[in-house]
């Protein structure tokens, strides 16, 4: 192969992973803008729908089984406020005239296997069968994120959010010192449910690059790192909206 040759393979094999890599980028958040699309469309007909239940099969076909709402207590089931199955009629309902469209949305977004989709799919506990449910997105992601967060951390003001770790949470700034330096909180006081449901909705953050503009900045550039790892421009700063 003569240099010439060896160069343009070299800057063509460059061009197809750079394409590679911005197609699965697309890729991905397609799948959350399509599962926004149907939540969107399945709390107008049902504002109390939390989870969407459904069977899935090893052809990576589903089927769609119901709307559950929220879990009243750790010990009760979710209660059903829509069924898909046969036999189950109680009247008309405005969530079967999107049926098809809830359950082909749902199986878009869980297409590929790298969806952030599904950090949000679960096994339904509450079922010894082929049971599945996929825990609708909130409104607004980040409103959720500060919720969770002063939960724990009530003088929370942002977090550093890690996005080569799919949106894992470095630490958590509370406002500053007396002496004008940052409040760092490294190791955040949260069980690991929390920080699964965090990392779950800043993954999804990360995912849709109009949320992810909306929300996180550029980390100063003195920043450093509280457990002394290298950090790049993924790695951004989340200021945290006001809660309620």
């Not at 393979?9 to 799948?31: D, G, N």
């Amino acid at each position: 192969m003569t240099p010439a040759a060896h160069d343009q393979l070299a800057i063509l094999s460059e061009q197809r992973e750079e394409l590679e890599a911005e197609s699965r980028r697309i890729e991905k958040a397609h799948c959350i803008a399509v599962l926004d699309h149907i939540t969107a469309k399945i709390r107008a007909a049902c504002p109390g729908a939390v989870y969407v239940t459904f069977a899935y099969y090893s052809s990576r076909t589903l089927d769609l089984d119901g709307v559950l709402g929220e879990q009243p207590s750790p010990l009760s089931s979710c209660p059903e406020l829509w069924s898909n199955r046969e036999g189950t009629d109680e009247g008309e309902h405005p969530l079967d005239y999107i049926a098809d469209k809830i359950e082909s949305d749902i199986q878009t977004a869980l297409a590929p296997y790298t969806s952030p989709a599904w950090a949000s799919v679960h096994r339904n506990s509450a079922s010894d069968g082929n049971s599945w449910l996929l825990e609708l997105p909130p409104a607004d992601r980040a409103a959720r994120v500060a919720e969770l967060v002063r939960e724990h951390h009530p003088e929370a003001t942002a977090l550093v959010v890690d996005g080569r770790a799919a949106g894992r949470i470095i630490e958590v700034l509370e406002g500053v010192a007396d002496d004008g330096t940052p409040l760092r909180s490294p190791h955040p006081r949260w069980s690991s449910a929390c920080d699964t449901a965090l990392t779950r909705l800043l993954g999804q953050v990360l995912a849709l690059p109009a949320l992810a503009d909306r929300h996180l900045m550029p980390l100063p550039g003195d920043y450093a790192h509280p457990h002394s790892l290298s950090t790049s421009d993924q790695v951004r700063l989340m200021p945290l909206p006001p809660t309620a």
